[in-house]
């Protein structure tokens, strides 16, 4: 009996002291269960397709038409040329819209086409650099860039260039403007606003 009692207020001290530790972790501010994050539903930010212009390439496939499946070359007028569609308009449009346009002119041939557009090439952007520079010349790139990288990738200046009177000519239609460069304000960060971002077919002269 006295083994009884003596468990049984054992047990009682046990269950008496872990609800007072309980209690004082909760007034003590101690640590409570982790909550699962929110999740995130923020939303996302999408990017404008890809506009074709000319001279880009473009790969066509048209499923089970081997014969029609090919490279195509975006022409200086904007076109291609293509099997049983001869010319259509490809630049100002983007690879799903020229889809489209596609299966809609061969719907006359192929009961149900489906063309794939894959942009193989961009060829439409690029800018000349050229005077006192280590290699002057046409340069190609898949995205704008400005002139402290068309400088860099024309190879930099030569002995007696002069980098503070760098011009920019740029051409739209039958207008030119030109605007003055000066590097070494730039390489200050007197006037770094002036590295701008050049559209395709400016011109840098490099005196």
Known sequence: MRRILMLCFVLGISVFTAGAFAQATQNSGGPSPVKPAAPDIRPAILTPPYIIQPNDVLEIFVWKEEKLTRKVFVRPDGRIS????????????????????????LKQYIEVPNVTVILEAIQSYRVYVTGKVAKPGVYPAEKQINILQAIAMAG????????????????????????VFNYNDVLKAKNFN??????????????
């Open 194 to 207: 002036a590295n701008m971002l050049l559209k395709s077919g400016d011109v840098i002269v490099v005196p």
């Open 82 to 105: 293509f099997p049983l569609i001869q010319d259509l308009t490809a630049a100002g449009l983007s690879t799903s819209e020229l889809k489209q346009r596609i299966e809609e002119n």
């Open 156 to 179: 930099g200046f030569l002995e007696f260039a002069d980098p503070s009177n760098i011009v920019v000519i740029r051409t739209n239609g039958d207008d030119s403007s030109r605007f």
